[in-house]
């Protein structure tokens, strides 16, 4: 699969590259500032060690363009702006919605943006020719480098189209991670609030990668 991860120079973005690259895909690292995300695909291939370059980077709006499905891990600040600039270009497609709104005063405390959350801003900007899919939220990037080690922790993920989420569904398996379909895309309120709570643990118990695991199944 071709996935443009817009953002994808961020910390996040760049871990998921890294995995799904791994796991065979073609990525795409888009970002306002070419240059950056070309000097940050470069980086990931020779992580990746030997074997024919997977990751490339490019302009935000070439790499939606180019992507067959789009993944977004801009800070919440830049959402709408960044969703405004691909727009025309996401039409017919599955949109990941990775974005967490954060409290600025304090990180450990969920805000919860006009709109209800990220996923259903997003959905509401777009229109219903994409669809929005919210997942990986509450994965740190911690974790995401490091590819001899397993990742214990489950992804949540919300939305309205039951493809879509298949498709989520499916990088998160490939990511190597469990993958869980938490429901309609109103529920992402809690899965992008859990992330501010994570923090908070993480704080407390002075650790940098607390995530969650679904028991029972």
Not at 98 to 104: E, H, L, R, S, Y
Not at 130 to 138: D, W
Not at 163 to 179: F, H, P, S, Y
Request: aromatic letters at 2%.
């Amino acid at each position: 699969m071709r996935i443009a991860i817009l953002g994808g120079t961020g910390k996040e973005g760049s871990g998921l590259a890294l995995r799904w690259a791994n796991a065979g895909h073609e990525i795409i690292i888009g970002s306002r500032d070419v240059e950056k995300a070309t000097r940050v695909a470069e980086e990931l291939n020779l992580a990746l060690g030997d074997g024919p370059a997977r990751i490339t980077g490019a302009g935000n709006l070439e790499a939606a363009q180019a992507g067959e499905v789009v993944v977004l891990t801009v800070p919440y600040p830049a959402h709408a702006a960044t969703l405004q600039s691909v727009q025309t270009a996401l039409t017919g497609k599955v949109l990941i919605d990775v974005t967490v709104p954060v409290n600025p005063a304090d990180i450990t405390r969920v805000a919860v943006p006009a709109g209800g959350s990220a996923t259903l801003e997003a959905q509401r900007l777009l229109g219903a020719e994409v669809k929005v899919v919210a997942a990986f939220q509450n994965i740190s990037f911690t974790h995401l480098k490091k590819l001899d080690t397993a990742i214990d922790c489950d992804v949540l993920v919300c939305g309205d189209d039951s493809n879509a989420k298949q498709t989520a569904l499916q990088l998160v398996q490939d990511a190597g991670m469990r993958g869980f379909d938490a429901g309609p895309a109103d529920n992402a309120i809690v899965v992008e609030g859990l992330t501010s709570v994570l923090l908070a643990i993480n704080k407390r118990h002075k650790v940098k990668g607390a995530g969650i695991r679904i028991t029972g199944i």
